[in-house]
């Protein structure tokens, strides 16, 4: 099983990007687009775990940052690979912003 543009389980996706542990597919019968979700882990140590269209990051997910910013957390929306949309980010001394990202 694999999802478009080179994301592939237990594989590497194109670039040597980071490592797709699961995937789950679906077909959107409104948008005719393979959706999925699944775990990403950088190469940074950086992981996402979350939706999936095109091989990109999208919908909702959770990235947990590595390097260098250890212990950030995101949760919220994602388009193409960057945070689009309402979301929240929380510091590992526990302050947080909520709010719209707009082209990451």
């Given at each position: ?54 091989g990109k990051r999208?919908g909702n997910g ?43």
């Open positions: 099983m694999h999802v478009e543009h080179g994301i592939k389980v237990n594989g590497v996706r194109g670039g040597d990007m980071g490592k797709v542990f699961f995937v789950v597919e679906i077909f959107d019968l409104l948008t005719c687009d393979v959706v999925a979700k699944g775990r990403l882990t950088l190469p940074t140590g950086d992981v996402y775990e979350g939706g999936f269209a095109k999208s959770t990235m947990y940052y590595k390097k260098p910013q250890q212990g950030v957390v995101y949760k919220g929306e994602w388009a193409k690979d960057k945070r689009e949309g309402y979301g929240s980010v929380t510091w590992p001394d526990g302050t947080y912003f909520q709010g719209k990202w707009e082209r990451g």
